[in-house]
């Protein structure tokens, strides 16, 4: 609390009567009296409210006046406490479970005087303050697939499948597969030359003039590309998105 301490001042007032002076003595509180005499026989007026001159009675950072009858104090500011400076300084709420509620899902976040809470990456805040699974496959921007591939979303994240007909290769590109090379015997009819194409292969009748049967791979070999790490990604990270404000309490 500040002022750490409190002055206390004597004041000598001479009451006037009809038949003699009498002196009083008055103790009265406040940095300077907290209440005003005026005029030659003395008057007690109501109380001087210090809050009214910050100038004079000033608070520091952080904190308020409290007006208390002939004198007042400082308290520090929701989200503030008091050190033994008599300086307020930053209640962590984050630190005290007890002072802060996130929903599942997020993290709580300290900040000056209070606190938000941050949905974890992959999630979003919705309408009713809920994290909400982001889903990267709906939005290009938000997923890293190469082309042949298809991006599959999950909780938090995504990944990347490689098209039928195609491979990923040490560089994370999904590559063609020559099924005419890798394929045993018994991919095309006999008297067919296997003519690989993107993403499957072709049976072609060698005679001349004749029209060649093409035959689309089927399911040839189904390739998983590896999981991308949703950091790959940009997770919202503005307080627009994904920020909580904290129960009016705190």
């Known amino acids: 609390m500040w002022p750490p301490t409190r002055v206390q001042q004597t004041v000598r007032v001479t009451i006037q009567t009809a038949a003699t002076s009498v002196g009083v003595t008055m103790a009265i509180n406040g940095a300077q009296t907290g209440f005003v005499k005026v005029g030659g026989a003395a008057e007690i007026l109501p109380n001087n409210d210090e809050c009214d001159d910050p100038v004079t009675y000033p608070c520091l950072t952080n904190s308020v006046c409290k007006n208390t009858d002939g004198s007042y104090f400082c308290e520090c500011v929701d989200g503030y406490q008091e050190d033994t400076n008599g300086t307020c300084h930053d209640i962590d709420e984050c630190k005290v479970p007890l002072l802060y509620e996130c929903p599942a899902l997020s993290n709580c976040n300290n900040t000056a005087g209070g606190y938000t809470c941050l949905c974890v990456d992959g999630y979003y805040k919705n309408v009713d303050n809920v994290c909400q699974d982001i889903n990267e496959c709906g939005d290009p921007s938000r997923h890293t697939c190469p082309a042949n591939s298809e991006c599959s ?96 309490a705190y």
């Open 153 to 248: 979303n999950t909780y938090g994240s995504y990944f990347c499948e490689c098209l039928t007909g195609y491979r990923v290769d040490v560089s994370g590109v999904c590559q063609d597969i020559d099924e005419c090379v890798e394929t045993s015997d018994g991919l095309c009819p006999n008297d067919t030359v296997c003519s690989n194409t993107d993403g499957g292969f072709s049976c072609n009748i060698p005679q001349k003039n004749d029209v060649s049967s093409t035959k689309r791979a089927t399911v040839v070999s189904i390739a998983r590309c590896p999981v991308i790490p949703n950091k790959l990604f940009d997770a919202p990270t503005s307080l627009a998105q994904s920020t909580f404000s904290p129960p009016s």
